[in-house]
């Protein structure tokens, strides 16, 4: 009877009922809140749906040496995770990202391209703002990327520059691009005027066939020249491009942009959450890249908004732009894009803006993952 | 086999050789010798790659290249990036891969030769004035730049990378020369400006490009020359004939319209580009 007794009280000692700690609740609670976030309100489900789960995974009590946890050598959590840490899956990602992105409004309204440009200066800012809350110019690096809004960048750069902050920020990063509507709409709004929101622009012209097939090829090799740090994202993206717009290479393509991006989302969300322990998450670190994240996005969007403005004054009536494109050149493609359109929408039934914010919004993403290369080759 | 596939596996081929040379045994180096009590060599992988080098040679003797014989059995034979491996050269090689058969002295040269017994991977030769409780290494000034050009003696390192003055990371520099972040700022933001202006200019040209039909031009600078030459050949007289005899007789538009694209195109080259599907619908 005492040995069964014993057994049992060692076994007590196995479960996660006897290590739970206050911040095992915490944390696992979060990650029900981004499950319910995922489903009830739709905020990118594709990714807080895993995320959360994988926080709630990784966040089970458990004493250490069952070699079940993401930060135990060889167990399958840690192996499946090594594509995070070593930077395998964001250019996956960027892959499938590039086969099912249409270039088209970039092509044909190429002078967008210029408001990817400033909604990078985001990213900058909050590099600057780290850098004075005592962060090392590595770690400010890996934060400022938060404000590209692009979460396969965001993990790609704080695993080469601080992969300790990288649960944080991913969390950080995937979390403010599902809040993205939210965060962007009344800063567009205290931005522009009435008169500027009603701004109509012109249909963007056709694109050719050959103009989307040269467009990945001169892409790439222009941009990774002038960035060779940011090969593995502009490549991969660039070539997934091609192979959607080839025409040749349709059964590559649609595994590029379907099966194969599905079971990186999954593995990536999965591992991304799994790595926010409470002992390793639960931080005034943690709090403060919260903080300079959600800041990064409010400075990426206002530059962007501001710059349009700017930009404005020295265009002629009938070739303005309306600003509310702006906050679209972060890289949360298409979400920035669809809250330009609600929000042009809502000054004007009749004025559609999507097709106009998809040229920033793929800027963006081609800006931020040069913004990632240059943070690379001078702090990596 | 097609001589395109033909040409195509040869491509692959070299392609192939060029990537199995990437990574080879020539970014090895002796980087620091020492000649006293158990003396040893010391060999860096300057690559970013693993370098295998087993079956390569180390010798002292320039006229016995195959001196000592690195076994291909053991399997801790590789070297990572920018790492170091030390080989006694005590002639002690009955106790195990890294222990040569034979012992260098003041005044020799420690060779490493690769796989073929012939080629000269590097060399550090030892001054026979060496103080006992010093070796000669290679330093380099920069860990990152990896030129290792400056030869003198130093206090024993076994194992330790041969670096002139602190050792700092990118960060740490950067830190250092920029601790406000204004310049890396400031140069970043004119950097992703830059590429996207880049971007800008290269796709309004690729446009432009593009959606010329180069076709029409040329066509149309031929038919300037045409109307400044002779007058227009038979076929396209006969066009303009049945053109205007339509024109001015019956009113039957869509034959005028048919003579006066006949015309177009022969005379001007001037047609338009259509799916090349024609539909006709039966009159009842």
């Not at chain 1, 009830?40 to 004493?63: H, Q, Y």
């Not at chain 2, 950067?174 to 796709?203: C, E, M, N, R, W």
Request: glycine share 8%.
């Amino acid at each position: 009877m005492d040995t069964i007794f014993e057994s049992l009280q060692q076994f007590w000692q196995y479960t996660g009922f006897a290590n739970c700690t206050l911040q095992h609740i915490i944390m696992i609670c979060l990650g029900i809140v981004f499950i319910v976030l995922g489903i009830v309100k739709e905020w990118e489900p594709l990714l807080l749906v895993p995320i959360g789960f994988g926080i709630v995974v990784g966040n089970i009590p458990m004493f250490p040496g069952l070699n079940v946890g993401i930060y135990e050598d060889g167990s399958v959590l840690n192996i499946l995770y090594q594509g995070v840490r070593q930077g395998w899956y964001p250019p996956l990602i960027f892959l499938g990202i590039g086969a099912m992105t249409d270039f088209s409004a970039l092509i044909s309204q190429p002078r967008l391209m210029l408001i990817g440009a400033a909604a990078q200066i985001g990213i900058f800012g909050a590099y600057l703002i780290a850098l004075h809350l005592g962060f090392s110019p590595n770690e400010a690096g890996a934060i400022g990327i938060i404000g590209g809004a692009d979460g396969p960048t965001a993990i790609f750069l704080s695993s080469k520059l601080a992969p300790d902050l990288m649960g944080a920020i991913a969390v950080s990063a995937y979390s403010y691009m599902a809040l993205v509507p939210v965060i962007q709409k009344p800063i567009m709004k205290i931005l522009t005027t009435k008169k500027e929101r009603l701004i109509r622009m012109a249909a963007p012209r056709a694109v050719s066939q050959r103009e989307k097939i040269v467009f990945p090829i001169v892409g790439f090799i222009l941009t990774a020249f002038v960035v060779p740090s940011g090969l593995p994202l502009l490549g991969m993206l660039f070539f997934g491009n091609l192979l959607k717009e080839s025409g040749v290479t349709r059964r590559l393509a649609e595994t590029a942009r379907g099966p194969l991006v599905d079971v990186v989302t999954i593995l990536i969300g999965l591992t991304v959450g799994c790595s926010t322990q409470a002992d390793k998450f639960l931080s005034t670190t943690s709090i403060k890249i919260f903080g300079l994240g959600l800041l990064s996005f409010i400075i990426a969007t206002t530059c962007g908004v501001l710059f349009v403005k700017a930009w404005n004054l020295f265009l002629p009536e009938g070739k303005k732009i309306n600003p509310l494109i702006g906050n679209a050149g972060v890289s949360a493609v298409p979400d920035s894009a669809r809250v330009s359109e609600g929000a042009g929408r809502e000054a004007d039934p009749k004025n559609h803006l999507l097709m106009h914010a998809m040229a920033p919004n793929v800027a963006g993403v081609i800006g931020s993952a040069v913004a990632a290369g240059i943070l690379l080759s001078f702090l990596g | 086999m097609t001589k395109a596939k033909v040409i195509l596996t040869a491509i692959l081929a070299l392609c192939l050789c060029g990537i199995c040379r990437g990574q080879n045994l020539s970014d090895l180096i002796i980087s620091e010798v020492y000649v006293g009590q158990a003396p040893w060599i010391e060999v860096l992988n300057t690559s970013n790659g693993t370098v295998k080098f087993s079956g390569c040679f180390l010798t002292d003797d320039r006229n016995d290249l195959r001196k000592y014989y690195i076994s291909k059995r053991d399997a801790k034979t590789s070297v990572g990036p920018k790492q170091l491996v030390v080989f006694y050269a005590d002639s002690l090689s009955n106790e195990g891969t890294f222990h040569t058969n034979f012992t260098l002295k003041a005044g020799s040269t420690a060779y490493l030769v690769s796989t073929d017994g012939r080629t000269i991977i590097d060399s550090l030769s030892v001054p026979s004035t060496i103080d006992s409780l010093k070796s000669i290494a290679k330093f380099c000034h920069d860990a990152k730049e990896l030129i290792f050009d400056n030869i003198h003696e130093a206090d024993p390192t076994p194992g330790s990378f041969n670096t002139l003055g602190i050792v700092q990371s990118k960060a740490e520099r950067i830190a250092q020369k920029d601790p406000h972040g204004l310049t890396i700022t400031l140069v970043s933001v004119s950097v992703v400006f830059g590429s996207l202006l880049l971007l800008f200019i290269a796709y309004t040209i690729v446009g432009i490009v593009c959606n010329t039909d180069f076709k029409k031009i040329f066509a149309k600078c031929r038919s300037r020359k045409k109307k400044a030459g002779a007058e227009p050949d038979a076929d396209t007289a006969a066009a303009i004939a049945m053109a205007l005899d339509l024109a001015q007789g019956e009113a039957n538009e869509t034959e005028a319209a048919i003579a006066m694209a006949l015309h177009l195109y022969l005379n001007e080259q001037v047609h338009d580009r259509e799916s090349y599907i024609i539909t006709i619908r039966r009159k009842h």
